[in-house]
């Protein structure tokens, strides 16, 4: 029974020494894996995008991203949100078109694959003029028509 109450603590205190070698590795696979300033580009049929991409401390990010659809006045704004896994969150805050001055915001996400990223398609509820994706509907990436590639830096 003695040898029992001796050993306890030893055993917790390793236990505890393990877990909190597990939340560095977790807080490490939740940085970002982009250097200061990182671009993509994506082509769909005649639409295109690009993406710049700024890890900032942590696992947050910001950005700019524009969006120019063949036949429609083009998507242009910023982006700040924060990668959870393989996935990046943000919020899009953009105009569309030259004349419009109206801010629109809506939330993205992007599946981090290697050197890609790919725009999710999810459903989008909106409560007290913020805008975010229904909880508990799965994000879909594979229905997306946006695939970023590391492309070149546009001003």
């Known amino acids: 029974m003695k040898a029992l109450t001796i050993y306890m603590p030893l055993v ?12 560095t590795s977790q ?12 671009c993509y580009v994506a082509v769909f049929e005649k639409d295109t995008a690009h993406l710049n991409l700024s890890a900032l401390e942590g696992s947050k990010i910001k950005g700019n991203l524009l969006i120019q659809y063949h036949n429609n006045p083009k998507n242009e704004g910023e982006l700040t949100g ?4 393989d996935t990046l969150f943000a919020d899009y805050s ?26 999710g398609v ?28 590391k492309g070149e830096c546009k001003n």
């Open 12 to 23: 917790l205190l390793s236990l505890a020494a393990c877990n909190g070698n597990k939340s």
């Open 94 to 119: 953009y105009t569309v078109g030259t004349y419009e001055k109206v801010v629109n915001k809506n939330p993205l996400a992007f599946l981090v694959k290697g050197d890609s990223l790919i725009l």
């Open 122 to 149: 999810g459903e989008i509820e909106t409560k007290m003029g913020r805008s975010y994706f229904k909880p508990g509907v799965p994000i879909h990436f594979d229905k997306g028509r946006f695939r970023f590639t």
């Open 82 to 85: 924060r990668r959870i896994g």
């Open 27 to 38: 807080q490490a696979n939740d940085t970002l894996d982009v250097s200061l300033n990182e």
